[in-house]
């Protein structure tokens, strides 16, 4: 944590799945509060608005998917005495569970026995389905498990190809495809080769950023073709776009500057 309350890299929830198991005798659904040598402290509850937050109080359905969520839970609701089998290893085949890539499990509106949790965490199973049943909710966040990822030292590029193809085959063979934007993104990628400096001054950025480029491709029926978008975006474009699409208020944080994609839609 930094002075002013920032939580930075690999910080864990409160909430199961969590890189802390629960405490001896504790309650399984929750990271032992007096943390772990290795881990640290859990990262308190948080009670800031999130883009979920603001889509459900505008009716706009949405859901976070997964992939293993199911299979963490269970997994990370075990005794601490119990060796985990899915969250953070990659033995025995496993999905290779990463908890800190779970935003919404950080915040206090969707704990453990919430109906919003219950709603709109979900695994990426039921991902699969909803694509294929034409039920995807207007807003879909997905999160791989961590062998499908591309993260470097844990898994491998073609793992993470053969994957997202996979999904994207399945978006196209789907029912609710003609009315569809794909956004496929990275959390972080290189900075050591990349010959453009980025954006400075008032609007741009902050303490954190934005830092060096990132991969995105946007897929769809509605996105210019054969097109490279030269606009300056971050990843916070994405819930600029979602903002601006279903008229939401917008977020803090949000860097105004930034571009919301339009310029890459017909």
Known sequence: MTPDGYAVNTSQPAYQPSG??????????????????ASGLP??????????????????????????FN???????????VK?????????????????????NYYANYAPGTQARAKHLLDGEDFVKAIDSGTLPAVSFYKPAGRDTQHPSYTDIVTGDMHI???????????????????????????????????????????FGPGSRIPTLLIGPHVKKGFVDHTTYDTTSILQFISKRFGLAQLPGVRPKMGDFSAALE
């Open 84 to 104: 985990r089998k899915i969250v953070y290893t990659r033995a025995d085949n496993s999905p290779n569970f990463q908890p800190h890539h779970q935003p919404f």
């Open 43 to 68: 990262v308190p509850p948080q009670t800031a608005t999130t883009i979920g937050d603001l889509l459900s109080a505008k009716g706009v359905s949405w859901a976070w998917y997964a992939g293993a």
């Open 20 to 37: 802390i198991p629960p405490a001896e005798n504790g309650p399984k659904e929750l990271a032992d509060p007096a943390g772990t040598k």
């Open 71 to 81: 299979q963490a839970v269970a997994d990370g609701e075990q005794p601490p005495s």
């Open 165 to 207: 193809e996979g999904l994207l085959q399945k978006l196209r063979a789907g029912p609710q495809w003609k009315d569809m934007l794909v956004i496929v993104t990275y959390d972080e990628n290189g900075g050591y080769w990349d010959h453009v400096p980025p954006p400075t001054g008032p609007g741009w950025g902050d303490r």
